[in-house]
């Protein structure tokens, strides 16, 4: 194997054994994901994604959404400008938990309600309108792929990232730094922030 190969098993490797529930539960619930804190990062992440897909310059007919793992709310906003999307990851679990969602099936391993009440907020509609998204993002997802990138993921430092999208022929269009407060670097990563970026090829 070269090192692009290793690099890959390596993370193959690391996702072994991977729980989607417990990934969901870690990440999606309080204090990661709180509808009542607006410093949350869920909802930071949420309203980048609402600004993107609604400046207006972005449409097309497919959205593909690579690594999807076994969430949703990233594509609550494009799927209102899509007319069709496509999940993606290289885990079969984090396929199946989708799918049970798009199938409505009572097992999900998490209630998506709150997460559609809230994109629908971010669209000046009402709360009440979740279960018309639920049934837009239903219908327009046509399928769950999987999908392994062949490449090492992206740098992840801001600096590296700015100079290879540039490298890659992207146009910056909007950077957007989330800084995570003290008392929510309570996990079990080294996670301090997150970054958005939004580009367009040339
Ligand atoms: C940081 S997680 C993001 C998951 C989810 N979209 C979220 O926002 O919480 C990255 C996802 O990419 C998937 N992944 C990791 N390496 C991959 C690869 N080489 N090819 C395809 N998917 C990969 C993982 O299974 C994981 O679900």
Redesign the pocket.
């Known amino acids: 194997m070269d090192g692009k190969e290793d690099g ?1 098993a390596a ?2 490797a690391t ?1 072994q054994g ?1 729980d989607p529930a417990a ?1 969901l539960q870690y ?2 619930t309080p204090p990661g994901a709180d509808f009542e804190n607006k410093d949350s990062v869920l909802l930071w ?1 949420m309203g980048c994604l609402h600004r993107a897909f609604t400046e207006g310059d972005v449409s097309g007919e497919l959205l593909v ?7 949703l ?2 594509v609550m906003s494009g799927c209102e400008i899509f007319n069709k999307v496509i999940l ?4 079969e679990v ?1 396929q199946q938990e989708l799918k049970r969602w798009l199938r409505n099936a009572e097992d999900s391993a998490l209630d998506w309600t709150p997460f559609l009440k809230h994109a629908c907020m971010l669209e000046g509609r009402q709360p009440s309108a979740w279960t018309e998204k639920a049934a837009r993002l239903r219908s327009v997802v046509s399928d769950v792929l999987y ?4 490449q ?2 992206p740098p992840h430092r801001l600096a590296q990232v700015c100079a290879s999208l540039k490298k890659m022929g992207f146009t910056l269009i909007r950077l957007e730094v989330y800084t995570l407060p003290q008392d929510m670097r309570v996990g079990v990563d080294d996670v301090s922030g997150v970054f958005f970026a939004k580009a367009m090829k040339d």
């Open positions: 890959v993370m193959a996702y991977f990934y990440n999606y992440k959404d690579i690594g999807s793992g076994s969430t709310y990233q993606t990851d290289f885990l984090n999908v392994e990138r062949a090492p993921w």
